[in-house]
């Protein structure tokens, strides 16, 4: 039994020698051979390497990014961006803008006057110069779609801020 395992174990060596020797990659050489054979081409040069600029950081000349000075030409145009505190309030200023609710307008002669509906649902005739908000928000203009306004926020720093708002008309979907 021994020696007819050691003869089907030659066999099949014999047979796995031959099967791996045999030539069946003619396709696959003439292909590669012809693939390159048209291509004519350059390839681009490397681009210059530029020498960098030499930069001496002096931190001393430089303002302290972290100070709490300002110059007095800031401060007082910061100061003049302060809303009056002391100035009675309206109506509408004890709601968010956000809660407001523009939801028509009315034109007398060359006036615009815009209807604002407020959350506890009344509804207030409003016009150029009145305040809506809880941001100090001024009405600067209104039209038959949208009423303008100015608001006066504190920023980050403590300081007042102005941004523009809008207030646009909702029409019957947005409700």
């Not at 926020?153 to 708002?165: F, L, Q």
Request: proline share 5%.
């Amino acid at each position: 039994m021994n020696d007819q395992f050691r003869f089907w174990v030659v066999v099949m060596m014999v047979m796995f020698a031959t099967a791996c020797s045999q030539e069946g990659y003619e396709d696959l050489e003439s292909f590669v051979r012809e693939s390159g054979a048209g291509l004519k081409g350059k390839v681009n040069p490397l681009p210059e390497i530029k020498p960098l600029e030499h930069f001496v950081y002096q931190a001393f000349e430089i303002p302290d990014p972290f100070s709490n000075r300002r110059n007095k030409r800031e401060k007082s145009d910061r100061d003049e961006l302060q809303p009056d505190l002391k100035r009675p309030k309206e109506a509408l200023e004890s709601f968010p803008l956000e809660n407001l609710a523009m939801v028509g307008s009315l034109r007398r002669g060359k006036y615009v006057f815009a209807l604002v509906k407020a959350p506890d649902n009344s509804v207030h005739r409003v016009k150029a110069g009145n305040y809506l908000g809880q941001n100090f928000g001024l009405i600067t203009g209104v039209s038959e779609e949208e009423v303008k306004l100015r608001e006066i926020t504190k920023g980050s720093t403590d300081e007042w801020v102005e941004r523009a708002s809008v207030l646009m008309l909702q029409t019957q979907e947005q409700k």
